[in-house]
C-alpha cells in the first residue's frame, strides 16, 4: 500500500517560512516523482512543485519561483518543500503526491495523493 504522508503546515505571517515534508511509504522516490499540489478555497487545484531524482528535474509554478524549494531529504523517500516569503495567497491545503515523472500537470497526472496539510499565511 502506498501511503504519502504530508506534515509542516501552520499558521504563518506574511514573508514568513514554513518547511513541509512528505515521507513516501510502499513507493521508491528514487524511481519516481514526487511534488506537491494546493488548492485554495474557492480555487481549482495547482500544481506547485514537482522533484525527480531519476530525470533530474525539478519544477515549480511561476507563483512559487524564486520563493520555494523542493529536495530530497537524507531520510529515503522523504521530499520537502521549503516556503519563504510566504504570501497569504500562498494559503492552501498542501497535498503530496507521487508520479511518473516532472511536471505532472502536462506529462502525467500523478498516481498518488497525500492527506493534505494546511499552510495559512496571515496578512
Known amino acids: 500500500e502506498v501511503q504519502l504522508q504530508a506534515s509542516g503546515g501552520g499558521l504563518v505571517q506574511t514573508g514568513g517560512s514554513l518547511r513541509l515534508s512528505c515521507a513516501a511509504s510502499g513507493f521508491t522516490a528514487d524511481d519516481y516523482a514526487i511534488g506537491w499540489f494546493r488548492q485554495a478555497p474557492g480555487k481549482e487545484r495547482e500544481e506547485v512543485s514537482c522533484f525527480s531524482k531519476n530525470d533530474a528535474l525539478t519544477t515549480y509554478a511561476d507563483s512559487v519561483k524564486g520563493r520555494f524549494t523542493i529536495s530530497s531529504g537524507n531520510a529515503k523517500n522523504t521530499v520537502y518543500l521549503q516556503m519563504n516569503s510566504l504570501k497569504p495567497e500562498d494559503t492552501a491545503v498542501y497535498y503530496c503526491?507521487?508520479?511518473?515523472?516532472?511536471?505532472?500537470?502536462?506529462?502525467?497526472?500523478?498516481?498518488?495523493w497525500g492527506q493534505g496539510t494546511l499552510v495559512t499565511v496571515s496578512s
Open positions: 503526491v507521487g508520479g511518473w515523472t516532472c511536471p505532472f500537470a502536462s506529462v502525467s497526472a500523478p498516481w498518488y
